[in-house]
């Protein structure tokens, strides 16, 4: 930052931002299993994308709040209420935009939007919604998590989402909002055999939602062994 503002012409190919004309890269950690990694992967490329000089969002999606706790914050003690993403993307008139519920972190350039169990407000309130018929506003459940990001598009380089151990509207939220997916993946039978559910059960909804006029296009999906013991 400090050679941009001495010598920007200098600066300008090595200083890694986005130009004017690319679009925010919004990448969704997830798999259906608990245990593989997601949390652990999604601060760890965070944390390695703010040291390359990025400007981060790390999102907690998870009810868990893994991320949350080890950005230094206690989800139990520190996250009020409306303090999470569901503050952005809940059905009622006390909704709040995006950028008052990020928070600074520890680590220089990047910022959280922490979780705690309110999160699973959104999983009970969402088949209300539904049933009720109506296009609320915000947009439907999986245009949500989409909108409240596109509030503070300028502001950062790369969002990264940890996703619930679960296919619920969170997760589907994700997978819409996201330019990208990183499934990860740990290298036992079983976990083997239950992202092989996940995805089924992945593509069946987003067939469903891909009619209701859902985003999944996605720059890249790619999986990412975690927990490897090489011997």
Known sequence: AHIAAAKPREALSTRPRRRPGESLQTIAVANFKGGSAKTTTTIHLAQYL??????????DLD???????????????????????YGAIRYDAA????????????????DLVPGNLELMEFEHETPQALLAGQRPSGG???????????????DYDVVLIDCPPQLGYLTLGAVCAATALLITIHPQMVD???MSQFLLMAADLMAVVRKAGGDLSHDFVRYVVTRHEPH
């Open 140 to 154: 439907l459940f999986f245009q949500r998590l989409g909108q409240a990001i596109a509030e503070v598009e300028a």
């Open 95 to 110: 909704r709040k935009p995006l950028s008052a519920i990020i928070r600074k972190t520890y680590f220089h350039g990047l």
């Open 50 to 59: 703010a040291l390359r000089g990025y400007r981060v969002l790390a999102l």
């Open 63 to 85: 009810p868990q709040a893994s991320l949350t706790a080890m950005l230094g914050i206690q989800p139990e003690f520190d996250v009020g209420e409306g303090e999470t993403v």
């Open 192 to 194: 083997v055999a239950s």
